[in-house]
C-alpha cells in the first residue's frame, strides 16, 4: 500500500504562488494515477487535478484550470502541484490520492495522504 505525504502549504497572499508537493512511498509510483483535492470547512470536497501514470494525460477541476499546473516526476515518486494567481478562495486542506486510474482518482476512490493546509490572505 502507497503511503503518501503532502508538504508545502502555508500562508500566502492572493495573487502570489506557491507549490506543493506530494512524495509517495511504498508500491510502484509510475503505476500509480495521482490527482489533487482540496476541502475547505463547511464546503464539500472538491476535484483540483489528475494526471497520468506518466504524465502525458492531465485533469483540471473547473476554477483552477489556467491557474494551477499539476506534474509528476516518477524518478522521486513525487507529484505536485503548482498553484499561480491565488484567490482567497482556494484557501482549503489540500489532498494528494494516489489509484488505479482516472475514473476512480476523480471519483475519491485510492490512497489519500494526510493533507497541507494553504492559507489565501486578501
Known amino acids: 500500500q502507497v503511503q503518501l505525504v503532502e508538504s508545502g502549504g502555508g500562508l500566502v497572499q492572493a495573487g502570489g504562488s506557491l507549490r506543493l508537493s506530494c512524495a509517495a512511498s511504498g508500491g510502484t509510483f509510475s503505476s500509480y494515477y495521482m490527482g489533487w483535492f482540496r476541502q475547505a470547512p463547511g464546503k464539500e470536497r472538491q476535484f483540483v487535478a489528475a494526471i497520468s501514470w506518466s504524465g502525458g494525460n492531465i485533469y483540471y477541476g473547473d476554477y483552477v484550470k489556467g491557474r494551477f499546473t499539476v506534474s509528476r516526476d516518477n524518478a522521486k515518486n513525487t507529484v505536485y502541484l503548482q498553484m499561480n494567481s491565488l484567490k482567497p478562495e482556494d484557501a482549503a486542506v489540500y489532498y494528494c490520492?494516489?489509484?488505479?486510474?482516472?475514473?476512480?482518482?476523480?471519483?475519491?476512490?485510492?490512497?489519500w495522504g494526510q493533507g497541507t493546509q494553504v492559507t489565501v490572505s486578501s
Open positions: 490520492v494516489a489509484g488505479s486510474n482516472l475514473r476512480p482518482v476523480v471519483a475519491g476512490q485510492g490512497n
